[in-house]
C-alpha cells in the first residue's frame, strides 16, 4: 500500500455520530442492519447499511455512538441509499466490531 500524505488523509471526513433508530435488513444480500445515525446539527441525520448483526441487534443499537466517514458520495445498498460509511474493524472470526468513542464527545466532532 502506498503511503498517504496528511494532506489526502485530510480529505477523508471522519466523524462521530449517535445511531437514533436501527431496523433489520431482512432483503439485503448479507445480514445487515440499517442504521440513522445523527451528526448533529451542522450534518444532520444520515442513513446507512452496515453488516453487524454478529455483534449487534437493532434493539441495541439506539444511543450508541459510532464513527463515520461522512463525505463519500451516496451508494445504493439494496433498498437502501447509504449516505455515510459507519466504521468498523474485524474480530478474530472476521465480524465486524464498530469504532466507538471511548468518552462522551459531542455529536459531529471530527477525527483528527
Same mark, same amino acid.
Given at each position: 500500500?502506498?503511503?498517504?500524505?496528511?494532506?489526502?488523509?485530510?480529505?477523508?471526513?471522519?466523524?462521530? +455520530?449517535?445511531?437514533?433508530?436501527? %431496523?433489520?435488513? /431482512?432483503?439485503?444480500?448479507?445480514?445487515?442492519?440499517?442504521?440513522?445515525?445523527?451528526?448533529?446539527? %451542522?450534518?444532520?441525520?444520515? =442513513?446507512?447499511?452496515?453488516?453487524?448483526?454478529?455483534?449487534?441487534?437493532? %434493539?441495541?443499537? /439506539?444511543? =450508541?455512538?459510532? &464513527?463515520?466517514?461522512?463525505?463519500? /458520495?451516496?451508494?445504493?445498498? +439494496? =433498498?437502501? &441509499?447509504?449516505?455515510?460509511?459507519?466504521?468498523?474493524?474485524?474480530?478474530?472470526?472476521?465480524?465486524?466490531?464498530?469504532?466507538? /468513542?471511548?468518552?462522551?464527545?459531542?455529536?459531529?466532532?471530527?477525527?483528527?
Amino acid at each position: 500500500m502506498k503511503d498517504l500524505s496528511y494532506e489526502e488523509f485530510l480529505k477523508v471526513d471522519i466523524r462521530v +455520530g449517535q445511531i437514533t433508530q436501527a %431496523e433489520p435488513y /431482512p432483503e439485503a444480500r448479507k445480514p445487515a442492519i440499517k442504521l440513522w445515525v445523527d451528526f448533529g446539527p %451542522e450534518i444532520g441525520t444520515r =442513513k446507512s447499511s452496515a453488516r453487524i448483526c454478529a455483534h449487534y441487534t437493532p %434493539e441495541e443499537l /439506539p444511543g =450508541k455512538r459510532v &464513527m463515520a466517514v461522512v463525505n463519500f /458520495p451516496p451508494r445504493q445498498i +439494496g =433498498k437502501v &441509499m447509504s449516505e455515510v460509511l459507519v466504521l468498523g474493524v474485524p474480530d478474530a472470526l472476521g465480524e465486524v466490531v464498530l469504532l466507538v /468513542p471511548d468518552k462522551d464527545v459531542p455529536l459531529g466532532g471530527r477525527l483528527f
